[in-house]
């Protein structure tokens, strides 16, 4: 084993060890693909849809080591505000009280009981009972939405990155956001999106149909990890990482 390869297999049983400590061992295949993912292909800059209160990009900055311009994108007004907390130290976190969608315009964004739940989406009728009260509309507000094909160049233009990656966790909103790119999805090297196993979102996608649309429009797999804490023994949804299919031969 040379000395990189120790280096880093050391780096990564401190990970593992300071995030089982934290409750967070869970996050640890993410930030494994992340790291190799975000250097491998040089990424510098990083759209953060549906940031909640900046725990992702929290994550990226601590234990991914991403350096580069992060956009997060928030709707939810009072969750915003803690996402703005977060950011305001930080000159390359950007941060926006929008949702990303199909369209330029106004949208109702449903509220829920639990604000990570929140969605321009509506519940589905049928879910499990773990989800019934968390994911129930408490308000309706308007909201400002861009498409991300008529977003990406002006901040591109401000802000003069090269090489994005999109990261989606819109609950239930994913392929709307993806539509909104429409050919300036092909600008991504990759996206990380929220796959749906059991729907709990009227308008949401199925995790067939969201990896089938992601590879129609040239992205190929390149990681799968859980994201449902705690309910055991069913898969209620799980992140996917697609890598843009003509990069492929770039680590081959």
Known sequence: MNEGRVKRELRNRWLALRLAVGG???QYPEILALRRFLSAFAVDALFDVGANAGQYATML???VGFSGLIFSFEPNPDVFARLHARAVSDPRWHVFNMALSDH?????FHIMAADQFSSIEKPAEAMEAVFVERNK???VVDMQCRRLDTLLPELREQHGFAR???KMDTQGHDKAVCD???DRLADMLGVQTELAVRRLYAGGTDYRAMIAMLEERGFAPNAFFANNKGHFPLLVEMDGIFV???LTDETA
């Open 180 to 182: 909104g790119a429409g």
């Open 164 to 166: 994005p990656f999109l």
């Open 104 to 108: 330029d315009g106004v949208v109702p």
């Open 61 to 63: 900055r601590r234990d």
């Open 24 to 26: 967070r061992v869970f």
């Open 137 to 139: 509309v408490e308000r």
């Open 244 to 246: 843009r299919a003509d």
